[in-house]
């Protein structure tokens, strides 16, 4: 980026590349200040330097490493404050004065490579699991306490002991902001590949909240897996991929003009990204070649299948309900039970796929999952069990916290209210 005239540097100019830029930005202080709160701290300084030089004296060429550099002596700035008062600081404040004077200038492919060193961290084995996912999402995301709080159904005050405990963890056990050698990389695969798919979900269908998507939550899950795959082009992680390509491909058609939710039957495919399609489909077959079944790389065959079908009634439910078969052997649990019963419904008519929602409901799973019953209430509408339908819409409504799902779910009951009781 070229300097910019200090006159065209507003505040909401300088707004943008926070939002654009500050977890890149924290990544890096974390790794060069060895500490999240003090990154944190650092981080908030840079910009506030920025917000008071660059009206006067333009916007830097590269206000990343500009805002990393700010930021990095902020931090060292910090530790030589308490080094005063602190002894075991002294060294450390002389150190990282050292390691300043050595450094090269920053640049982008470093400060890109620091957001996967970050996820490394903060799923490191030394850290309980319950805080993988919490961590990343509130370090290398930005997202507040309570949206994550919100997006897994969990007391905030449980989220932020668990971020707390986790980053108290790194500090005393001095676990290094680093990529893992690559012996050590299969082995601490599966717990950052379950977190990217995570924040990818929460991205591709946000929890709660007025928007139906976050499209840069999906993005960055994206762009980690693909920092991964280069690193590692595993089946699992190319799976993995290729699933988030083609789940993203569809996201122009899954809202409307009004940002209600437009169901998968009722999309308009001409809309879905046809170079992401593309490109999942190959990364999709790669991982199927390998003969991998991990649950990655089934969940990428069953979005292919609806990727390549020009039209609903082109949908090969056979080839999907099939895949759910394998994938409920290879990652067992209720959500997939549930997505493999419309599967079912899909091929072999409502009876059959209602009759395994009901098993899964009556053994009190998915008890609070809205999904549920929606899919209940959408397999008795096909029915004609109307009041059986409006029972489990108003379930579903009473349980859904994001706000476009609930305008359909609202609408779907309107609609019932047009058939006799």
């Known amino acids: 980026m070229p300097d910019q005239n200090p006159q065209d540097c507003s505040r909401e100019f300088i707004e943008a590349i926070y939002r654009a830029e500050s977890r890149r930005v924290f990544a890096t202080l974390a790794r060069i200040l060895g500490d999240f709160d003090l990154a944190e701290e650092a981080l908030h300084e840079s910009f506030a330097s920025a917000l008071e030089q660059w009206p ?17 002596f902020k931090g060292i700035d910090t530790i030589r404050r308490r080094a005063k008062f ?37 799923c490191h084995p030394a850290l309980p699991r319950e805080s993988h996912v919490p ?9 507040t306490t309570e949206e994550i709080a919100r997006a897994f159904l969990v007391a905030a005050p449980t989220i932020a002991q668990r971020i707390v405990r986790a980053k108290s963890k790194i500090k005393a056990a001095r676990i290094p902001y680093q990529i893992p050698a690559r012996t050590d990389l299969p082995e601490r695969l599966d717990g950052v590949l379950h977190v990217i798919y995570l924040v990818f979900t929460e991205g591709y269908s946000a929890s709660s909240g007025q928007s139906l998507t976050r499209a840069d ?32 491909s569809r996201r122009a058609a899954r809202t409307d003009e009004r940002g209600d939710l437009v169901l998968l039957e009722e999309q ?15 990364l999709a077959a790669r991982a199927m070649a390998w003969g991998s079944a991990d649950a990655y790389t089934l969940q990428a065959a069953i979005a292919a299948a609806h990727a390549q079908a020009k039209t609903v009634a082109q949908t090969d439910w056979r080839q999907i309900a099939a895949l759910y078969d394998l994938l409920l052997r290879a990652d067992p649990s209720p959500i997939i039970e549930l997505n493999r019963a419309v599967a079912i419904a899909m ?15 009556s053994r009190g799973d998915l ?3 809205h999904l549920a019953y929606a899919a209940r209430a959408e397999l008795c509408r096909r029915l004609g069990e109307l009041p ?34």
Request: glycine share 6%; net charge negative; hydrophobic share 40%.
């Open 56 to 72: 006067q004296r333009g916007v830097p060429g590269n206000p990343r490493a500009w805002l990393v550099s700010a930021g990095r």
């Open 86 to 122: 602190d002894a075991s600081l002294v060294e450390l404040a002389e150190r990282m004065n050292g390691t300043v004077a050595q450094d090269s200038p920053l640049d982008d492919d470093g400060i890109q490579d620091d957001r996967l060193r970050l996820i490394f961290t903060c």
């Open 135 to 143: 961590l990343t999402l509130r370090e290398v995301c930005g997202l």
């Open 217 to 248: 939550l999906s993005a960055e899950a994206i762009r980690l897996g693909r920092l991964l795959m280069e690193l590692l082009p595993e089946p699992q992680v190319v799976g993995l991929m290729a699933l988030m390509l083609l789940q993203e």
């Open 268 to 282: 308009n495919r001409e809309l879905w990204n046809q170079e992401q399609i593309s490109e999942g489909l190959a």
């Open 347 to 361: 091929r072999d008519g409502p009876p059959p796929g209602l009759a395994l929602i009901d098993q899964i409901l």
């Open 367 to 369: 008890t609070d999952y």
């Open 388 to 421: 059986e339908a409006r029972a489990a819409y108003e379930k579903a409504l009473s349980l859904a916290r994001q706000e476009p799902e609930r305008r359909f779910l609202e609408n779907r009951l309107r609609h019932l209210k047009n058939f006799p009781h």
